[in-house]
Nanobody, 132 residues
Framework: QVQLVESGGGSVQAGGSLRLSCAAS????????MGWFRQAPGKEREGVAVINTYFRTTYYADSVKGRFTISQDNAKNTLYLQMNSLKPEDTGMYYC?????????????????????????WGQGTQVTVSS
């Protein structure tokens, strides 16, 4: 089975940077989608960024475009989220997820790629806190 473990979260002041990592074990599929989601206390979980791991095509939420970058390192079986120019509204628990080998994954991700129903495997999350 696929297991995902996030790391790299922490506390940072506004304008700072963090890089989140998601270590994957098990076979996720050659053309799976992997994504980063976040959830602030009392709010719904929202999609942040998605990557098709075969084509390496990406999609970002409008709120993070130009500031966040999703990437992967196949040799390390790791997904990353580089977060720059962090804002207090970026605070939340960040989760990585994958559609898995049998999951639906478009060649070019779009808004529909943030549908949580398409993701079969989730990590436990890592906390990101941005102070003003």
């Amino acid at each position: 089975q696929v297991q995902l473990v996030e790391s790299g979260g922490g506390s940072v002041q506004a304008g700072g940077s963090l890089r989140l990592s998601c270590a994957a074990s098990g076979y996720t599929g050659r053309s799976a989608c992997m994504g980063w989601f976040r959830q602030a206390p009392g709010k719904e979980r929202e999609g942040v960024a998605v990557i098709n791991t075969y084509f390496r095509t990406t999609y970002y939420a409008d709120s993070v475009k130009g500031r966040f970058t999703i990437s992967q390192d196949n040799a390390k079986n790791t997904l990353y989220l580089q977060m720059n120019s962090l804002k207090p509204e970026d605070t939340g628990m960040y989760y990585c997820a994958t559609t898995g080998r049998n999951g639906r994954c478009r060649a070019v991700p779009g808004p529909e790629s943030f549908s949580e129903y398409d993701y079969s495997y989730w990590g436990q999350g890592t906390q990101v806190t941005v102070s003003s």
